[in-house]
């Protein structure tokens, strides 16, 4: 089992960053491949970047390439997400998500991440 915290959420006026982290406990987290997934109002939870096990492979949604950085650190069982640039139709609630992958795997399907947090919301005033 592995339980995964978010935090950094918040509102922001567009163009403007914030930073997401997400905490890991319970299990051997450079076991896994993990993921930042959102979810809109009234939409459904869309892939927004992906990092293997070692940090040494991502990739990113085409909406956030160049604006967004996934990043993790091993050693304090973390993820980011730095988000620069923001746009209002970056608003929503932000998911990571831990799947049990090794090599360069690394999915963009939410179905294939066995675990997630509770979310952290994220608003983009214009």
């Known amino acids: 089992q592995v339980q995964l915290r978010e935090s950094g959420g918040g509102l922001v006026q567009a163009g403007g960053s914030l930073r997401l982290s997400c905490a890991a406990s319970g299990r051997t987290f450079s076991n896994y491949a993990m993921g930042w997934f959102r979810q809109p109002p009234g939409k459904e939870r869309e892939f927004v970047a992906t990092?293997?096990?070692?940090?040494?492979?991502?990739n990113y949604a085409d909406s956030v390439k160049g604006r967004f950085t996934i990043s993790r650190d091993n050693a304090k069982n973390k993820v980011y997400l730095q988000m620069n640039s923001l746009k209002p139709e970056d608003t929503a609630v932000y998911y990571c998500e831990a799947g049990q992958y090794g090599g360069y795997y690394k999915p963009e399907d939410s179905k294939e991440y066995a675990y997630w947090g509770q979310g952290t919301q994220v608003t983009v005033s214009s």
């Open positions: 990092i293997n096990w070692s940090g040494g492979s991502t």
